[in-house]
């Protein structure tokens, strides 16, 4: 995967699109919420059920980007 492409990514689970990914290993992470996508055969697997939380987030809707959007919202 090459860094261009890796330029236009974002993190599906970030409401905003505003969190972008770099490559750690076989892996994807969120830079805001570092959340971790894995790259099966070269290729990102962007689907939240996929995705390996932050060490202490229990859920989704804790993690950072999820927070700020709903305050936001409010």
Sequence with gaps: MDQTFLDTLRCPIDPNRE??????????V???????FPVKQGLPVLIPAEATLPEGCRGVEQLPCRVRHRKMRS
């Design 19 to 28: 969190g972008t990914l770099a490559r750690d290993k076989d892996q994807l």
């Design 30 to 36: 969120c830079q805001c919420c570092e959340v971790r």
